[in-house]
């Protein structure tokens, strides 16, 4: 199972002491990777950003010489950009990944101020660091002045029974969190734009690549040629979340059946025909789609039982393929039907696809079965209309023989 670090940030832009913190969640940790979650502040003033676009870049050549740390700006494909929602999001599109939060000091003991209240823990909607803390591994990392803020805050009280003295073990377990001993190092982005402004070269924490490239397209509005200094910044607030999560289930249920020898389909022609079917539903538009989502609903949940059925087959089932383009092509249907964009839904599956993740077609088929209930219910419709059309699947795995090994490409 692979241990990624989240660290989010709007790198804007990303300097030395962005790059030292990430060094020492790596080691002090232990994980195999740290993806820098390149993001945006709704709150601030949007003038105040270089494009996306152009922080990726910064992002990449600060550093390329660091194979582990990967900068990462997919999170404008997801529901929105709250903490909460992006990982709920990473968790069901890689379910072997253990992900983990990672932030400083000061964040944590401001934390319970992130009290968005949507998810549920233990049947009860809890303010959003509640769930995270209940459903990830956080690691708290110092930074010079706030350390006992963090011990005195409302997250350390609250979570006092899930805290952990070694870091480490963080990677081991699905939450909890823990206090990171870790080195400082003191820049900051806006001290160093302010700098880069007032005419001075050489910029402490600020790479020479970093600062030509700045001075050259003129961002933070060094000189007047760069005209719009952000693109426009959007989110997909007005998409349920439970479309995303059953984008992302049907997706590795896919895989998981390609993976394992049930279905012979490369990955190609799955997305080809979500691409297919995204374009000829959007060209239809919206006019009596919703009389198409109990039918879409079915096809996919029929596809997932067919994942099962497979299981105790031998050889490739033909049938099965069939059955898989169809639930991607109904898939991409509710995704017109929800308002979720193409290139944002194709970057998911892309994602998906191309990840070492791999679960066992049994649990894909399980989980599957779940987030198909869970959208049914989010958009109206009657949950037992999925369960009828599994009714020959029960809980847990329904067929217990052994799975083919993955071929290797």
């Keep these: 199972m692979r241990r990624i670090g989240i660290i989010g940030g709007s790198f804007n832009p990303i300097h030395d002491g962005h790059v030292h913190i990430m060094d020492e969640a790596y080691e002090r940790i232990g994980l195999d990777e740290v993806w820098m979650w390149i993001s945006h502040n709704i709150f601030k003033d949007p003038s105040t950003y270089a494009p996306i676009e152009l922080r990726r870049t910064l992002c990449d050549q600060h550093t390329k010489d660091r194979p582990w740390l990967k900068p990462q700006d997919f999170e404008s494909a997801f529901h929105d950009t709250r ?19 990672v932030f400083g000091d000061d964040n944590f003991a401001s934390f319970h101020t992130w009290d968005d209240v949507r998810y549920e823990v233990d049947g009860q909607k809890v303010p959003d660091w509640q769930y995270i803390l209940h459903n990830f591994s956080v690691a708290v990392m110092h930074r010079q002045g706030y350390r006992e803020d963090a011990r005195n805050g409302i997250a350390a009280k609250y979570g006092a029974t899930l805290q952990m003295d070694d870091p480490t073990a963080l990677s081991t377990r699905r939450r909890g969190w823990s206090f990171v001993n870790n080195d400082t190092m003191a820049y900051s982005s806006t001290a160093i734009k302010e700098q880069l402004r007032a005419g001075k070269t050489n910029v402490e924490g600020l790479s020479t690549d970093a600062e030509n490239f700045i001075r050259d ?58 691409s297919q079917s995204w374009d000829e539903a959007h060209a239809r538009g919206k006019i009596g789609m919703s009389a198409l989502v109990p039918a879409g609903l079915s096809y996919c949940a029929q596809a997932s039982q067919d994942v099962a059925v497979a299981q105790s087959l031998d050889g490739r089932s033909t049938s099965l393929s069939s059955a898989l383009l169809r639930s991607m092509g109904r898939l991409a249907t509710l995704c017109v039907y929800e308002n979720l964009e193409k290139h944002r839904a ?29 959208y049914a219910l989010a958009i109206g419709e009657e949950p037992s209309m999925i369960l009828k059309t599994l009714h020959k699947i029960k809980e847990g795995a329904p067929y217990t023989c052994a799975h083919r090994k993955p071929e290797n490409s």
Excluded at 83 to 101: G, V
Excluded at 218 to 236: A, D, I, M, Q, W
Excluded at 354 to 374: G, H, M, Y
């Design 83 to 101: 903490t909460a929602s992006s990982m709920r999001t990473l968790k069901e599109m890689f379910p072997e990944t253990e992900f983990i939060w």
């Design 346 to 374: 194709m970057q998911i599956l892309d994602l998906i696809f191309e990840a070492p993740d791999l679960t066992s077609p049994d649990k894909a088929f399980t989980t599957n079965r779940n987030v198909l209930a869970e």
């Design 217 to 274: 397209r003129g961002l933070y509005r060094l000189n007047n040629e760069f005209k719009n200094n952000v693109l426009p910044h959007s989110t997909n607030h007005d998409v349920r979340i439970e479309t995303f999560l059953l984008l992302a289930n049907t997706a590795n249920l896919a895989k998981s059946a390609v993976a394992h020898n049930l279905a012979n389909m490369p990955y190609e022609v799955l997305k080809q025909q979500f």
